[in-house]
């Protein structure tokens, strides 16, 4: 069985969440979630829409998914060592360098696992920052 591993904020699903999990489950048999803890959303991008334990709980509803849990709050890699994924798929905007992913992985004795980026969806409403932007310019008209 080939394990993947995606991860993401999923504050609000939309077609580019949808397209992603997709892409990432045609890579194996069984796809794990990381869902992003409300501390490390708070941290790396914004206050979130949706607690945690609802996210995910969206998230685990959604047709390609197997497995959803919440990350960490540490090192990303606890996560991964407990997931052990044979393949990490990255979101298309999401900010990781591959290579030094790669690597950081290697050097953590995890250098079989294969990481690839998964394709933007060509929707226009691909990402929730456009969704919340399309929502403020319906607000002023």
Known sequence: MVKVMASGVFDLIHPGHVSYLNQARSYGDHLTVVVASDQTVRTKKHEPIMPEDMRASMVGFLKPVDEVVIGGTGDI???VSKIR????VLGYDQ???EDKLRND???RGMGSIRVVRADE???DLNATRRIVAKIREMGSQ
Do not use: E, G, M
């Open 77 to 79: 890699f606890d996560t």
């Open 85 to 88: 994924p044979d393949v990490i």
């Open 95 to 97: 900010k990781f360098d």
């Open 105 to 107: 992985l290697a050097a």
């Open 121 to 123: 969806c060509a929707d």
